[in-house]
């Protein structure tokens, strides 16, 4: 149902639907004591955890590394003013498991990217949240 100013609360099952429909996102961290936003590309694991792909040497990495960032993708049409967003929150990790990176290296996401020194960072899915906006017409 939608609520009057037009948008529908969507339930965890289906933000995790639309997230797996999409391959960018934005990871939202805190970089030395201020807000950062980066895109990435993305997949979601069979946990529902958020997957990255990027380099041992990122700033990402150290800046992410066993604290708790938000995860955000979405799909608009501006045409039709409708679409949708959705927020991961939870702890982000580098995975250290040798059997894990493996499996990762097969089924995980690939980066956009060439890198030689391949890392993936986990995003526990704690929060999961989102909205779908109906396509009202406001006035312009």
Known sequence: MFHNEGFRVLDPQEC???LAKVPVGRVV????????VLPVNF???ADSSVLLRTSAGSGLVHAVDGVVVAFEADDFDAAT???WSVVVTGRATVVTDPAQHERLSRVGPRSWVVTHDDVFVR???EMVTGREVSGTRGAD
Request: charged letters at 25%; a positive charge.
């Open 29 to 36: 961290y805190t970089r030395q004591a201020l807000p950062a």
């Open 16 to 18: 995790l639907r639309l």
């Open 81 to 83: 003013r409708s679409g």
């Open 43 to 45: 997949s979601l694991d």
């Open 123 to 125: 995003i526990e899915s």
